[in-house]
C-alpha cells in the first residue's frame, strides 16, 4: 500500500527533521524544545518523506540515481489511493476530494449560522468562533481555486483537446498528493492554538498569535506550491499537446478558461507564498517585515498579500466563466456567440486582475494618491466581464433550450454572477467602500461570486460530465431537486446579507448589537435549508455512481471531443489521435464537423481526405438518440 | 428567421422597459440605507443611490433575455433541431462594448472621482481626536481639551472633527456606520479621517452611532465597540470639563502608581 509507505516515510522524515532542530538547538546554546522551529523543520522532512513514499520515489526520483523506475500503475479502486499519473483518475481524485472538503467547509459555516442566530455568544465561544470562521474560510478557498482547475480541469482538458494525458503526469500526481498534507496541517491547527486571523493572516496579529499559525502558513504555502505546478502543467499541455487542427480558435472556451487562469496561478501565486513566510520569518528568525516596533510596516503584507490574493479570485471565477459559457452552448444547441471575443475578454481579465490588488486597502490608510487610480482599474474589469454575458445571452437567444440540470445550473451562474458584479462596483468605487468594506456587504458580495458564480458552474459542470466520467446517468429529477433547493434557499440566505452589512454588520463576528438579531436569524434559517440541498446531491451522485443506469457515450448529444469517446474513456482516451477539423460549437451548421475519431490505430488520420465528409460529431450523436 | 428576431427582441425591450420602471420604482420609493448622522455619510449615500439607480438597467437588461429566452426559447423534451448559427456580428459586439465601457467610466467618473473629490475636501478642524486601538478597546484623547476616555466617544454637533487613529498592538479598523466613515488603525502609523456631525443622539437611540472595530483583531475582535454621543457643544463644553477632572485624577493615580514602583 502506498499510503501505508507514505505515512511511514512521512514519519520517518519528521521524526528526522524534529531531532535535527533539537540537535541544532542544543548544539548554538538555546533551550532544547521551542514549538514553532521544531515544527516548521520536522514539517519539512515529513512532507519530503510523505512525498517519496506515496510514489515519487518508486516512480521518479529512482530515475535520478541511474536505478530502474518501478512503473506500477495500480488497478481498480487501489489506484484511487495512489502516485497514478492518468488525468483522468487525478481528475477525480481531485473532485473528490475537494467536493469533500466543500462539504465539511459547509459544515463549518451551519456551525457559524448556529452561533449567529441570536446575538451575544449563544454556542460557542470567542475563541472558537474564530478559529471556526478562520478554517471555513481558507478550506472554502482552496476548494474554490482548486475543484474546477484540478477536478474537472484535469479530468476534460487532455480529452477536450484531444490529447492522451497531460504534459507532465507525473508533476500532475505530484501536484494532488502535496493537498492530504495541507488538509492535515489544517486540522492541525486545532491542536496548536488554533488560527484565529481568517484567511487573509493579517500581521502583527499573525504575527503575535498561537502557534496554529505556522501550521497554517506551512499549509498554505504548500498549497500554492501545488497550484503553480498545476498552472504549468495545464499551460504546457494546452500549449504543447493540441491534437493536428485544433488551433486555438478551435479550443473548447473551457480550455480557455483554464489556460487563462493557469496564467494567474503560475505567475502569482508565488506572492502569497512570499508573505506567509515573511510572517514565518518574524516568528521563527526574529525579522521584522511587519512589525511596526522593530521598524516593519503592517501595509506590507497587505500588498503582497492582494497582489496574489485578487488575481487569485479570477483563478476561481474564469473557469466558472469558461465552463457555464460550455454548458450554455452545448444545451441550447447553438454555436458559442462572440467565441472570438470571449478568450480576449479572459485574457484582458487577467491582464487587469494584476493592477487592481489595493482596491482592498482603500481604508487602510495606504496613500490617498493611490485610490483614484486603483478604483479606475477595478471598474475598467467590468469591461472584459461584460463580454462573457454578450456571450451567454447571445447563446441562448433564439436557442433550443434543454433544461437539463447542468443547463439550471448554467442558467443561474449568468444570474448570480450578475449580482456579484454588479455589487462589485459599490466596492470599487471608493466613497461606497469605506462604509461597505469590511461588513457583511462584503460577505454576501464575495459569496455571490465565488458560490452564486463558481460553485454554481462547479454543478453544471459535476452533472454534465458525471456520466463521462462515472459511465453513468444521475437521476435528472434529484438534479432538479438539488437546483430548485440549492437556488432558491441560496438567495434566500445571501440577500439579505447585504441588508445586514449596508445596516451596520461588520465581518468576523460571533456578537453584534441586539437590532441585527431578526435579520441574522432570517439569515441563519435560510442557511440550513441551503445546507440541506447538498444532502440531496450527495445522495443523488453517491446512489447514481453505484447503482445509476449506464451512460451513452454522448448523452447530450455535444460535439466536442470528449463526447465522442466511450463512458468513461479507456486509458489512453483515443484509439488514434484524432484530426479536428472546425468548431467545437457548430450547431445549426449543415455538415458542420469538429473533428474526426479513426477507430484504428494504424492508420494516421491526418492522411485520410475523405473521412472528413462523415460528420463525426452528430453521426456519433445518433448513436445514443 | 430575421422577422423572427425581431418580434422577440421588441419582446424582450418591452420586457425590459417595464422591468426597469419598475425596478426604479422600488429603488427611489424604499430606501435600504439606515439613518445617517454625519456630513461626509451624506456623499457616500448619495454615492449608493446612484449606483444603484445605474445598476438596475443593466440588472433587468439581463434578467429580461435571460427570462425570456428561458420561457420562450426552452425546448420540451430533447431538443429534435439545432437553433440558428447566430454570430455576433461587429455592430452588435462593438455596440455592446461601447455600451459597456461608456457606463462603466461614468461610474468611474460619478460617483467614483467626484465622490472622492468631495470627501478629499478638508476644512481646518474644529476638535481633534486622537483615537488609539489596542485589544480590545478604544481609548479616545481629545489633546486640545487634554481629555482622555475609553467609555465614550462625545462629539459636538455641527463641528468639524478630525480623528488621528494609530493602534498599539495589531490592526484594528475605526467605523462608526452612522457616519459611513472608516479607517484602519495600523500600529506604526497615524491614519485620518473627518467627520461632521449632523444631529446630536446617542446609541441607545440609534445603534450604529457606536465606533466599532472592523478589522479582524483577535479573541475580542466582536466586542470592540465604544458608544458614541453626538451633543450641542455646550453640553460637549460641560462634558470636558467633568472629563478632564477625572482624566486629570487618573493621570494622577497613575503618576503615584509609578512613584510607588520606582
Known sequence: MPLVQAFVFAAIGGVFGVGVTVAGRVLTGREAWSLEPVVTVGYIFALLGWLLGIGVWD???????????????????????????????????????????????????????????????????????????????????????????????????????????????????????????????????????????????YPPLSDVNAAGQVLFNLAVITFGLSSILGGLNFLVTIATLRAPGMGWGRLPIFVWSIFAASLISLTATQFLAAGLMMILFDRLLGMAFFRASAGGDPLLYQHVFWFYSHPAVYIMILPGFGLALEVLSHFSRKPLFGYRLVPGGFIAIVVLSFVVWAHHLFTSGMSDALHGPFMVTTELISIPTG?????????????????????????????????????????????????????????????????????????????????????????????????????????????????????????????????????????????????GSFVVFTANVVWSWVRGPRAVANPWRAHTLEWQVASPPPIENFPATPVVVGSPYAYGVPGAVHAVLTTAPAHTPAASGGAQAEPAGPALAADSA | ????????????????????????????????????????????????????????????????????????????????????????????????????????????????????????????????????????????????????????????????????????????????????????????????????????????????????CAELCGLGHSLMSLSVRVVEQADFDRWVSSARTATAADGERQQALAGSRS
Open chain 1, 59 to 201: 516512480q521518479w526520483a529512482r530515475e535520478w540515481l541511474g536505478l530502474p523506475v518501478e512503473h506500477r500503475q495500480h488497478r481498480g479502486w487501489a489506484r484511487y489511493f495512489a502516485f497514478t499519473t492518468d488525468h483522468k483518475v487525478v481528475g477525480v481524485q481531485y473532485l473528490v476530494t475537494f467536493v469533500a472538503l466543500f462539504l465539511l467547509a459547509g459544515l463549518l459555516a451551519m456551525l457559524i449560522r448556529i452561533e449567529l442566530m441570536a446575538p451575544g455568544m449563544t454556542f460557542m465561544g470567542l475563541g472558537t468562533y474564530n478559529q471556526v470562521m478562520s478554517l471555513h474560510g481558507i478550506v472554502m478557498v482552496a476548494v474554490a481555486v482548486a475543484t474546477i482547475i484540478g477536478g474537472l480541469g484535469n479530468y476534460t482538458v487532455p480529452l477536450l483537446i484531444g490529447a492522451e494525458d497531460v504534459a507532465f503526469p507525473r508533476l500532475n500526481a505530484l501536484s494532488y498528493w502535496l493537498v492530504p498534507p495541507v488538509a492535515i496541517l489544517l486540522i492541525g491547527t486545532f491542536f496548536t492554538g488554533g488560527l484565529d486571523t481568517g484567511w487573509t493572516a
Open chain 1, 387 to 531: 463580454l462573457v454575458f454578450l456571450s451567454a445571452l447571445g447563446t441562448l437567444w433564439l436557442g433550443r433550450l434543454w433544461l437539463t440540470t447542468p443547463m439550471l445550473f448554467g442558467l443561474a451562474f449568468v444570474f448570480n454572477f450578475l449580482i456579484g458584479g454588479l455589487t462589485g462596483i459599490y466596492l470599487a468605487d471608493v466613497p461606497t467602500d469605506i462604509h461597505l468594506q469590511d461588513t457583511h456587504f462584503v460577505v454576501a458580495h464575495f459569496h455571490y461570486t465565488i458560490v452564486g458564480g463558481e460553485i454554481f458552474a462547479l454543478f453544471a459542470g459535476i452533472y454534465y460530465w458525471f456520466p463521462k466520467m462515472t459511465g453513468r446517468m444521475f437521476s435528472e429529477r434529484w438534479g432538479k431537486v438539488h437546483f430548485w433547493w440549492m437556488f432558491l434557499a441560496y438567495h434566500t440566505t445571501f440577500i439579505p446579507m447585504f441588508w445586514a452589512g449596508i445596516h451596520g454588520m461588520n465581518r468576523r463576528v460571533g456578537d453584534y448589537p441586539a437590532e441585527l438579531g431578526d435579520v441574522n436569524l432570517f439569515i441563519s434559517v435560510a442557511a440550513f435549508v441551503m445546507g
Open chain 2, 1 to 212: 428567421m430575421v422577422g423572427r428576431g425581431r418580434k422577440h427582441a421588441l419582446w424582450v425591450a418591452l420586457l425590459w422597459i417595464t422591468l426597469t420602471v419598475a425596478g426604479e420604482a422600488v429603488v427611489l420609493t424604499f430606501d435600504v440605507l439606515p439613518p445617517v448622522a454625519a456630513e461626509e455619510g451624506r456623499v457616500v449615500d448619495a454615492a449608493f443611490r446612484l449606483l444603484t439607480i445605474l445598476g438596475m438597467p443593466v440588472f433587468t437588461f439581463v434578467v429580461a433575455v435571460l427570462v425570456y429566452s428561458v420561457l420562450v426559447f426552452r425546448s420540451r423534451g430533447t431538443p429534435e433541431q439545432d437553433g440558428p448559427p447566430l454570430v455576433a456580428r461587429p455592430l452588435i459586439a462593438g455596440a455592446w462594448l461601447v455600451a459597456t465601457s461608456a457606463l462603466s467610466i461614468y461610474v468611474i467618473i460619478n460617483p467614483g472621482l467626484t465622490g472622492l473629490a468631495e470627501l478629499r475636501t478638508h476644512r481646518e478642524p474644529d476638535v481633534v481626536v486622537q483615537v488609539e486601538g489596542s485589544r480590545w478597546q478604544w481609548k479616545v484623547t481629545y489633546p486640545r481639551q487634554q481629555v482622555t476616555s475609553n467609555k465614550e466617544l462625545v462629539l459636538p454637533v455641527n463641528k468639524h472633527v478630525r480623528f488621528d487613529v494609530t493602534a498599539v498592538d495589531v490592526v484594528h479598523s475605526f467605523w462608526i456606520p452612522s457616519f459611513r466613515m472608516k479607517i484602519d488603525a495600523v500600529p506604526g502609523r497615524v491614519t485620518t479621517v473627518h467627520v461632521t456631525p449632523t444631529q446630536t443622539g446617542t446609541e441607545a437611540q440609534d445603534f450604529n452611532l457606536r465606533l466599532v
